[in-house]
């Protein structure tokens, strides 16, 4: 039996009389109609030109209710964070949408007077200060929020370029934000709704899963950001590219390539003809 169909069929029914077999999915029909011929604890009936099921034996209903959703009150349940609340309906905190409400991401300031702030409640993050205190700081974000900065914002996809800021072009001040591998949606509608920094610079490793991350954020933030193509990259690339990271990679550079702004061009058709994908700690290496 489907007990993920038969927890949600249960629960439509819980405190109702009856209701039309149309309001449950082919699914949950499926799921109701086994437990029926099981246990008895709920029937289906002919009414009118339709079926419509009814709880028959409440003590049996509410037994097999518990034992798939334990539940809590209305009132407590509006309280509990998202993942408690999907304990309680199905005893598994990832059923349905388990991400949370919120993101925090880890920022680092290049350069002394880097500054966040949030001129709705009028309160600012001394990133810079931080920074060269702590090593590095972070914000709980949400879409809503008003923070934003007057320097550019990069996003990198590898610690190593987090750690260490030398690879960063002259004279640079602005924020870092590691991101670990994929861009998370959070992170994306955070920056999709409204200007956060003066520019948004985008460092992701030269291979499918990075570009197909620039090809979402493009989508979103349009010129407003940016894919950094790191010097003598095609050199760095025909010398330290990696065939393998590229057949890996493949199925997302394949559906990324089309979505990318013209001036990639010359690095996707240089990935295609070599079978190269290039990591971003290349930038340390040399080049010609």
Same mark, same amino acid.
């Given at each position: 039996?489907?007990?993920? @169909?038969?927890?949600?069929?249960?629960?439509?029914?819980?405190?109702?009389?009856?209701?039309?077999?149309?309001?449950?999915?082919?699914?949950? +029909?499926?799921?109701?109609?086994?437990?029926? &011929?099981? *246990?008895?604890?709920?029937?289906?009936?002919?009414?009118?030109?339709?079926?419509?099921?009814?709880?028959?034996?409440?003590?049996?209903?509410?037994?097999? %209710?518990?034992?798939?959703? !334990?539940?809590?009150? #209305? *009132?407590?349940?509006?309280?509990?964070?998202?993942?408690?609340?999907? #304990?309680?309906?199905?005893?598994?905190?990832?059923?349905?949408?388990?991400?949370?409400?919120?993101?925090?991401?880890?920022?680092?300031?290049?350069?002394?007077?880097?500054?966040?702030?949030?001129?709705?409640?009028?309160?600012?993050? !001394?990133?810079?200060?931080?920074? +060269?205190?702590?090593?590095?700081?972070?914000?709980?974000?949400?879409?809503?929020?008003?923070?934003?900065?007057?320097?550019?914002?990069?996003?990198?996809?590898? $610690?190593?370029?987090?750690?260490?800021?030398?690879?960063?072009?002259?004279?640079?001040?602005?924020?870092?934000? &590691? &991101?670990?591998?994929?861009?998370?949606?959070?992170?994306?509608?955070? %920056?999709?709704?409204?200007?956060?920094?003066?520019?948004?610079?985008?460092?992701?490793?030269?291979?499918?899963?990075?570009?197909?991350?620039?090809?979402? %954020?493009?989508?979103?933030?349009?010129?407003?950001?940016?894919?950094?193509?790191? !010097?003598?990259?095609?050199?760095?690339?025909?010398?330290?590219?990696?065939?393998?990271?590229?057949?890996?990679?493949?199925?997302?550079?394949?559906?990324?390539?089309?979505?990318?702004?013209? &001036?990639? @061009? !010359?690095?996707?058709?240089?990935?295609? $003809?070599?079978?190269?994908?290039?990591?971003?700690?290349?930038?340390?290496?040399?080049?010609?």
């Amino acid at each position: 039996m489907d007990e993920r @169909a038969l927890r949600a069929a249960l629960l439509k029914l819980l405190g109702k009389e009856a209701l039309p077999a149309s309001q449950f999915t082919a699914a949950q +029909r499926r799921a109701l109609d086994l437990f029926a &011929y099981r *246990t008895g604890g709920v029937i289906c009936q002919r009414q009118g030109r339709g079926d419509v099921y009814r709880v028959s034996d409440p003590h049996v209903f509410d037994t097999h %209710l518990a034992a798939l959703s !334990p539940q809590v009150p #209305i *009132t407590e349940e509006e309280r509990l964070p998202r993942r408690a609340r999907h #304990i309680a309906h199905a005893r598994d905190s990832k059923a349905c949408s388990h991400q949370h409400d919120y993101y925090y991401p880890m920022l680092k300031a290049v350069g002394v007077e880097v500054e966040w702030r949030d001129e709705v409640r009028r309160v600012a993050l !001394p990133l810079g200060q931080l920074t +060269r205190d702590f090593g590095a700081a972070s914000l709980r974000i949400e879409a809503g929020d008003a923070w934003l900065t007057d320097q550019v914002l990069w996003l990198v996809e590898n $610690q190593a370029l987090f750690d260490r800021t030398d690879w960063l072009p002259p004279g640079t001040v602005a924020t870092l934000l &590691y &991101y670990g591998g994929q861009l998370d949606g959070r992170l994306l509608d955070w %920056l999709a709704n409204r200007p956060r920094a003066s520019r948004v610079m985008h460092f992701p490793d030269y291979d499918g899963v990075g570009l197909a991350n620039f090809a979402r %954020l493009h989508a979103l933030l349009g010129e407003s950001c940016e894919c950094w193509l790191m !010097p003598d990259w095609s050199a760095r690339l025909a010398r330290y590219g990696s065939n393998r990271l590229w057949r890996d990679t493949l199925r997302d550079f394949t559906g990324a390539a089309s979505r990318l702004p013209g &001036y990639l @061009a !010359p690095l996707t058709h240089q990935m295609r $003809q070599s079978g190269l994908a290039l990591e971003q700690e290349a930038v340390w290496l040399p080049g010609q």
